[in-house]
């Protein structure tokens, strides 16, 4: 494909750009192609920041609209380019981007070409290296280069969402829980204390566990505390002195980052506790009146969103932002990753129908 | 260090080879230097196998002793080089190697030199990598290369028994017990099965573990079961879908391989249980009269040996074995291993004696 026609349907520009690889980090082709379209609309005025691109209205509305996406996905395994299928009668795009977010992506790029004059002034925004490590998130990265870009009234996240509105989303960190003990040859098992062993009651306490379910702002987010790696061992023959368990915390947005820490702390009380990362949950924001005029007008159900996504740097910056999109959220990622079609289409529908 | 002086004390030797770093799979080095020192005597016949160097006498006595060390090491953990070190008036050699077991090496190197016509044949033989997987060992190698180069009438392993004569030893398993779960995003763990968790009754029953003392021929032999390594997990933000722990069961000679299997079969009852190493014990074998002459001669007294060795090999060949060498087993892979100078000098004096 050597230019990027946004004039087709919302499904064809879906398998449009998921054909164009973007795995995180290699995102370049796919915004060279998405600028050039762009900028061929003059009610838009199109910005760029790495590959991160901005396309906003300037009609001088007295209330602005963010709708953004990311355009980079997880690698490829085995699942491009994409096919259509149909299962049970129903049809989908199957491939790596379908759910998580490209079809989300297509949908805002039509609207964008095709909006001229929305009800509301929108800052369509479009960025890269979603899926890896948050310091190289594209939306960060605009945040600290040009924070006037990110200014709104409202955002709308097109991560897959089934459809629904998901408000907020939970937080998330990551701790280090570690052992210690001493070495020994194995054959004399008495001379050194095992740091493997030690582990057990770490792994005891997480089978204890019960997640709990958080009512916020009407929405019911439920919490995971799970071990997500765990290390140790030296040699074959030798007594380890050291063994690590890898422990991610999803929490509900009623905590903050500190509550979530001393949670986690306590937790795991007794034991040595590193935290590597860490980013706050999101409150639903679905108070705020845009919010509501938003879930009335796109007829859709309000729901809790699990996963941390993005909403969360509008939330922190006093934007209220929920996450509205087409495909199966439990779909991302997976190697059968395929979004519902007519989800595409009812998504493009609502998102028209409110802003024009 | 260009070339090895084998006409230096058995202390000084014993820093010289430790200083020449062998970790498993790395003994090239050290083999050179070795090869090329025997070399220079013409009482010995020098026959090399990858790493490992047989030098023997051949004056037509009507015995002949194999005496063994190993040359490799576990990896170093900033002890080299060696150091000199007192501790309550006694003299040691601190560093990687000199329990484990360079100081019997350099005494056997020295008394190879120096014994030009010993009251017996004798079969040195020095081998690489005993401290890994026992498929790899330099002797067991041989004896599959040259069984004729294993031909003897009794054997001395110079593995660190203290100056005592060690007899037989515990055999030692090592298994994978294995846990599956199955993959999904942590936002959402509800839809996976968590493999690390899963772990938790493994080590649970391993802290709950009590070793058994064993009677054998005389001597008391103490079994052990230890985890020496976990793995798990995919990436930090998916419930994994497999553990592994890795045990190692160290087992008395009167469990046969197969009962020593089904007792793990049946600890970890439940499980999925792979084996991957399995080696014999021996029993103590110090009924055999070359063996009582040697003890007798040596003036040491007799002890069961904890851990695996290599007597085992000569044991199950119907060759008569003995640990003998200086050093504290207990020290051994410890990151403060050392050997006291004066064993080093008393096992040199007590094997130059019986083969003078």
Redesign the interface.
Known sequence: MSTLDLTVSAVQLTRDICDVPSVSGDEKRLADLMQEALTAYPHLEVIRDGDLIVARTNLGRDRRVIIAGHIDTVPINHNLPTQLSESDGVEYIWGRGTVDMKAGVAVQLKLAAELVEPSVDITWLWYDNEEVDSSLNGLGRLARNRPDLMLGDFAILGEPSNGAVEGGC?G?L?AVVRTHGS?????????GE?A??A??PI??R??EYT?RDADVEGLVY?E?L???????????????DL?E??V?F?FAPDRSTDEAQDYVRDFFAGFEVEFT?LAAGARPGLDAPLAQEFVAAVGAEAKPK???TDVARFSEAGIPAVNYGPGD??L??HDQERVEISQIVAVETALRAWLA
């Not at 070495?183 to 001379?191: D, F, K």
């Not at 799970?226 to 380890?240: D, L």
């Open positions: 939970n998330t990551r070495r020994a040859h194995s054959a004399r098992a008495w001379m095992n493997i062993h582990a057990a792994l005891a997480l089978t997640p439920r995971g799970n071990a997500v790696g765990i290390t140790g061992g030296v040699a074959g023959n030798v007594i380890p063994c368990v890898e991610n999803r990362d699990y996963g941390w959220p439990s991302a990622h």
